[in-house]
């Protein structure tokens, strides 16, 4: 099977402007961290490259595709400690993603994650 465009992204070249490519200008990201969903090709590459930075290249072990879903499973470090996330896409009908959810765990590496991307993004998340 071939790798879905975010994990090409995510694992090749994790820049904004590399995620730009790839998402729709719509899309709908629904954050681990966030109370609400964030909307707009631009903020959400801005957020896709600042957590990348954060747990750097993640290691994917898992990807499962059905129509124009995906669901992906890393694991990655924040800090030292041991994350691990799953991401769920939807594809629009050009093959841009257009909504982007991602669940992470454990808590107290989730925490740490947030006020890491609320100091580099200079807002309060509402975790």
Not at 49 to 58: D, I, N, T
């Amino acid at each position: 099977m071939k790798r879905h465009p975010y994990r090409i992204a995510s694992e090749d070249e994790p820049t904004a402007d590399r995620f730009g490519q790839i998402f729709a200008p719509n899309i709908v990201f629904r954050s681990p961290v966030a109370a609400d969903p964030v909307q707009g090709v631009e903020v959400v590459r801005t957020i896709q490259e600042l957590a990348h930075q954060v747990f750097g290249r993640p290691a994917y072990r898992f990807e499962c595709r059905e129509g124009s879903n995906t669901v992906l499973l890393f694991d990655a470090r924040v800090d030292g400690e041991p994350l691990q996330a799953a991401v769920m896409s939807r594809d629009d009908d050009e093959g841009r993603v257009a909504e982007l959810a991602v669940m992470m765990r454990p808590l107290s590496v989730v925490r740490t994650f947030s006020a890491i991307m609320e100091s580099r993004l200079g807002l309060n998340l509402d975790f």
